[in-house]
Nanobody, 112 residues
Framework: QVQLVESGGGLVQPGGSLRLSCAASGTFFSLYTMGWYRQAPGKQRELVAT???????NYADSEKGRFTISRDNAKKMVYLEMNSLKPEDTAVYYC??????WGQGTQVTVSS
């Protein structure tokens, strides 16, 4: 089973940018579909974006055009580039592997 560690969260002003990183361990990382999810206070965890082993990406409608997911299989890393951030993007962001493994999450706060 793969272990995941997220980083890169923080406080950013509306309209700003952040890049989240997810470091993975395990032999079969390159075979997994990887994803980013988020959970805001009082809300259910929701999909942000996914990327298949072949690099095909999928985004939630609210993130299309603002967020970009990418992966580096050699480094066992997944990234989420977030631009034009809005207060409603405030949440804990989680990395996911193959719909099975989860990281501990990283807090993103968008506020002036």
């Amino acid at each position: 089973q793969v272990q995941l560690v997220e980083s890169g969260g923080g406080l950013v002003q509306p309209g700003g940018s952040l890049r989240l990183s997810c470091a993975a361990s395990g032999t079969f990382f390159s075979l997994y579909t990887m994803g980013w999810y988020r959970q805001a206070p009082g809300k259910q965890r929701e999909l942000v974006a996914t990327i298949t082993k072949g690099g095909i990406t999928n985004y939630a409608d609210s993130e299309k055009g603002r967020f970009t997911i990418s992966r580096d299989n050699a480094k066992k890393m997944v990234y989420l580039e977030m631009n034009s951030l809005k207060p409603e993007d405030t949440a804990v962001y989680y990395c996911n592997a193959a719909n099975v493994s989860w990281g501990q999450g990283t807090q993103v706060t968008v506020s002036s």
